[in-house]
């Protein structure tokens, strides 16, 4: 996994400023805040990187299925790991049908004793409306 430094963003992704100075991310929050962007923006929203985003809209439409779920655990799992911000051996993304038009994705990292097994991140996506993600812990 890439030792990831970042500024701290805050629920709303503007920039955490503490006695007017910006804030560092510890590495949980940062690679948490990386994967959350990650995993709602689509390839091209980032004008700096186009790479960047896991294209989960693309699932929008599309029954929720056993196929629909394995083609976003590809989608999330390549934009997790194409550039090594986690190694693929480290990352267990796993679908779960919330209802018979939503699925969540619950993205696990196991690269160390800070973030060995831990729900790093949880996209939920409506395949009628659209994607959310919700930090860890809030309810679904």
């Known amino acids: ?6 500024l ?6 503007d920039f955490a400023v503490e006695d007017g100075d910006f804030v560092l ?4 929050a940062a690679l948490k805040q990386n994967m959350t962007l990650r995993a709602l923006a689509n390839k091209g929203d980032y004008k700096l990187d186009t790479t960047l985003g896991s294209n989960l809209e693309s699932l929008m439409g599309k029954p929720n299925n056993v196929d629909t779920g394995m083609e976003g655990v590809e989608l999330l799992t390549r934009a997790m790991t194409f550039d090594n911000m986690v190694n693929p051996s480290d990352l267990l993304v796993e679908p779960v049908p919330l209802s018979p038009n939503t699925l969540a994705f619950y993205l696990l990292v196991s690269t160390s004793d800070l973030f060995k097994n831990k729900v790093l991140a949880v ?6 409306t ?8 809030e309810d679904l």
Not at 8 to 13: A, K, P, V
Not at 25 to 28: G, I, L, Q, Y
Request: net charge negative; glycine share 6%.
């Open 1 to 6: 996994m890439a030792n990831i430094q970042d």
């Open 25 to 28: 991310a510890a590495p949980e």
């Open 8 to 13: 701290l963003l805050t629920d709303s992704f």
């Open 123 to 128: 996209a939920v996506v409506d395949l009628n």
């Open 130 to 137: 659209g994607i959310s993600f919700k930090p860890v812990g």
